[in-house]
């Protein structure tokens, strides 16, 4: 994870088997060692992390870690410290992505308890929704930030199927079936036509979107 609005040339990485979070100057002369390039380290969770990211879009000082302990854990890199510990699902978290919406930052987590949560970051984080459908767990989250005057998201499971979400309503507005588990999606806009573009068991795939 890339923290340049932190500090310009700085990067996250985790250590999975410690449930640690570092922070690297990765512009520190090549010569130097590895421990002048380690700016920080955070332990919280109480095993293996799955993902990070970055709030930046509210704060440049804060990030979002998440893992298999079920937890989301926000980070202030500027005191070097957790400000704020959710509990915030059944079953580990895998993915974190973020929204903005009438010009308030959202959090989206998904869940091996087969869900999504969002929670509204400028409001201590409360929860403001859950959105269920899949029938196995969630691996990763894909906000349609190139569609305009929309509020859309897809969710990939190991269900075999992606779901697109209207994010003003919460509900599900559409279901691609794909062919076995969905790792990662991307949205893509080429030339003013959408498409989604996601990694399913055998290979690559893209759908063309009818949303502008």
Known sequence: MNLENY????????????GEIRIWDYK???????????????????S???????????????????????????WNLKI?????????????????N????????????????????????????????KLEGHSRKINCICVFDKIKNKSLIATGSDDGSIKIWNMVKFECIKEIKCNGEVKHIIH???????????AERYGIAIKKLDYK
Do not use: P
Not at 8 to 13: K, V
């Open 48 to 74: 293996g992390i799955n993902c990070l990211l970055h709030l930046d879009k509210f704060d440049a000082n804060l990030i979002a870690s998440a893992g298999m302990d079920n937890k989301i854990i926000i």
């Open 98 to 129: 973020s929204i903005t919406m009438n010009d308030r930052l959202y959090l989206i987590s998904g869940s091996n308890d087969n869900k999504c949560k969002v929670w509204d970051v400028e409001n201590d984080y409360d929860l403001v929704a």
């Open 7 to 18: 500090k310009d040339g700085y990067i996250a990485s985790i250590e999975v088997s410690h």
């Open 28 to 46: 520190q002369d090549i010569n130097d060692n590895n421990e002048s390039c380690l700016k920080g380290q955070f332990q919280g969770h109480k």
């Open 188 to 198: 893509g806009d080429f030339i003013g036509r959408n498409f989604i573009i996601y």
């Open 80 to 96: 070097n410290a957790s400000i704020k510990l959710l509990d915030a699902h059944d079953k580990g978290v895998n993915c974190l």
